[in-house]
């Protein structure tokens, strides 16, 4: 039907098998010298909830390794996941300035298509607000700070 088809298969593939869906713990911070960051954030309007661990290397405020564990849809799965890749990698003052386009873009097959229908465009706003979330525990910060780059669904 017209709705099944209007997932990508990145979305699909996501939703089967999320690469970055576990914890992290604070043995596996003090292992590397890092600070384990644990935020959580729900969406009020569909009841759906995800949590993000961030293990983040103090000198250079470089995230270092990410996990997610979700009460989540298949499109909060999904969203969260390639979230979490895109946040890998980066210092915190990148990652908050990843937006849901960016998450729903990425998971696109081709450039022109959304990765799903509409009405889930929604769902990757949760996945962004997280990192919002994440960056106010680790600046000691209010979440917002952030403001102008928080999108309430
Ligand atoms: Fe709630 Fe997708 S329906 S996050
Ligand atoms: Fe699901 Fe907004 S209602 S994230």
């Known amino acids: ?89 980066k210092t915190v003052d990148e990652a908050i300035k990843i937006t849901n386009i960016d998450v729903e873009k990425a998971l696109r097959d081709d450039p022109e298509t959304p990765a799903v229908p509409g009405q889930k465009m929604h769902c990757s706003v949760m996945a962004y607000d997280v990192i919002k979330k994440a960056a106010s525990l680790y600046k000691g910060v209010d979440m917002a700070s952030f403001e102008d780059e928080i999108i309430v669904c």
């Open 1 to 89: 039907g017209a709705l099944w088809d209007a997932y990508s298969n990145k979305v699909a593939a996501r939703m089967d098998n999320p690469k970055y869906l576990g914890t992290l713990s604070q043995e596996d911070a003090d292992a590397k010298g890092a600070k384990l960051i644990i935020a959580d954030y729900g969406a009020e309007s569909c009841g759906d909830a995800v949590r993000l661990y961030w293990l983040i290397d103090p000198k250079t405020d470089r995230i270092i390794d990410a996990k997610f564990k979700s009460f989540g849809c298949g499109t909060a799965i999904a969203s969260s996941d390639m979230m979490v890749e895109l946040c890998l990698g």
